[in-house]
């Protein structure tokens, strides 16, 4: 046992004397005075405990500083991308009309029209519902279960030819069409153009490009009925035939959480004008490489949601929603997307959605004390800021409603994410330290290995053969 501790000791003698860390031999050498011993001893301990410090700081850095952004003005030569444009149908009391007709028969009690109208647009709700059909109704209606409502969607919402009637962009008219693709959203059937969240993935993208050449771009569009035009929609008004056309970005999604505040409502007779600005974001490739909890967003491709194809933050925020839903009613409603139909709510399930409305729809911080969901939603990468700058309305005289959004000027300036600490910048700021403080390099690690469990073996050999 002795002899063991005894051969310890050498072993770490043997190594401080004669380790490429600077210092430790000083201490180690039999031959220096006590002074100088304590001397080195202090002198060692100060470098090792300076480059500690500086190397937590520079991983913190690392780890949490790792991105700047910088503003640039080199405006000439970009191509400034148009938002992409969604337009939702949220009320169709013409189809509801036929189609309660339909199912229910002529005549019928009209209150179904309103329960059509609830489950065909749901917003959170379902008073009517709940009222004629749910578990707590005074007198159940003998027609409530004559179809069930998961399907009323399909038969009652319009399609593209029926709420379009003329697109234009930059005075070059396109069929409408070919180009607005559905969208599965948590408010319905949408019809995109411009956006990468669209069934269909390949589908073509019009070219709605603005640049020194092409000036800046305006999109017109003819709604038939009444419309509602805004950025991030939600809450609308309820008038008959109503549409709601949403700016968003490319990765977007229309959701019921939504401002207010920047809607143009439009209707028959109406030409509305809105007028923006886009401040774009640009990624410098290495971005890529930095992990998303250093850089605080996410790319579209790094994909953790299952409501949607691509990531976004709307697109979070719906996917947070649903499982909200599952875990409070075991359900969710049945228009959210890319869920299967055994977990769609029924009846039970809508009234238990109806009371945890405050906790579902309203969006708040990890701190607030309102009712509300908490979601951990990261921004996406590549969104842009827009702004409205202008909003104008004037009279008509065609039966439909028209919208025109138009880019008010080529921006002067766009954001862009640089790294300014990357992983060879924290190797190479560590390798620095450590040469400074303690003149070491990779190798005076690799010494540690060896001296202690490589070289005891080599020198056992060398016993056994003697």
Not at 37 to 59: D, E, V
Not at 377 to 402: A, N, R, Y
Request: glycine letters at 6%.
């Amino acid at each position: 046992m002795r002899e063991d501790m005894d051969a310890k000791i050498s072993y770490l003698k043997y190594y401080f004397l004669n380790t490429s860390f600077h210092g430790f031999h000083f201490i180690f050498e039999s031959e220096r005075h006590w002074t100088e011993r304590i001397f080195w001893g202090f002198c060692c301990s100060l470098s090792w405990l300076a480059s500690i410090m500086l190397i937590q700081t520079a991983w913190n850095d690392f780890r949490n500083n790792a991105i700047s952004f910088v503003v640039e003005t080199s405006y000439l030569e970009w191509d400034t991308h148009f938002p992409s444009i969604a337009v939702c149908e949220t009320d169709n009391q013409g189809r509801i009309s036929e189609f309660t007709d339909e199912t229910y028969g002529n005549p019928h009690d009209f209150n179904f029209n309103e329960i059509v109208k609830e489950l065909v647009f749901f917003k959170g709700l379902s008073f009517y519902t709940l009222q004629m059909c749910g578990p707590n109704a005074t007198a159940k209606h003998k027609d409530c279960n004559k179809k069930n409502f998961v399907e009323f969607s399909a038969e009652v919402r319009s399609p593209c030819s029926k709420i379009f009637q003329k697109c234009v962009w930059n005075n070059d008219e396109f069929n409408c069409c070919d180009f607005f693709h559905m969208m599965d959203t948590e408010v319905g059937i949408c019809f995109g153009v411009n956006s990468i969240q669209t069934r269909n993935k390949k589908a073509p993208r019009y070219p709605m490009i603005s640049n020194k050449k092409t000036g800046s771009g305006t999109l017109r569009l003819e709604i038939r009925g009444i419309a509602f035009v805004g950025i991030y929609l939600c809450n609308a008004k309820k008038l008959p035939g109503i549409e709601q056309v949403y700016l968003l970005g490319e990765q977007e999604v229309p959701t019921l959480t939504t401002v207010a505040t920047d809607i143009i409502q439009i209707s028959p007779h109406i030409h509305s004008k809105r007028y923006i600005s886009i401040r774009e974001i640009e990624n410098q490739p290495e971005v890529k490489d930095v992990s998303i909890e250093q850089r605080k967003c996410r790319f579209t491709y790094e994909n953790n949601l299952d409501v949607h194809h691509h990531y976004s933050f709307s697109a979070c925020c719906v996917d947070c929603r649903k499982k909200a839903q599952l875990e409070m009613c075991g359900c969710a409603h049945h228009l959210m997307p890319q869920l299967t139909k055994n977990l769609f709510c029924d009846i039970n399930g809508l009234y238990c959605l109806n009371k945890h409305y405050n906790d579902l729809i309203v969006l708040k911080a990890h701190w607030s004390n309102r009712t509300g969901l908490v979601c951990d939603c990261l921004p996406s990468c590549t969104e842009f800021e827009m702004s409205v700058v202008k909003d104008v309305k004037f009279g008509i005289k065609e039966e439909f409603g028209v919208v025109e959004i138009s880019l008010l000027r080529l921006p002067s300036e766009r954001c862009k994410r640089n790294v300014v600490r990357g992983k060879l910048d924290f190797v190479v700021s560590t390798g620095g330290i450590t040469a400074l403080f303690l003149g070491a390099s990779i190798l005076s690690f690799v010494e540690i290995i060896y001296y202690f469990f490589v070289r005891p073996f080599g020198e056992k050999d060398i016993l056994r053969q003697d």
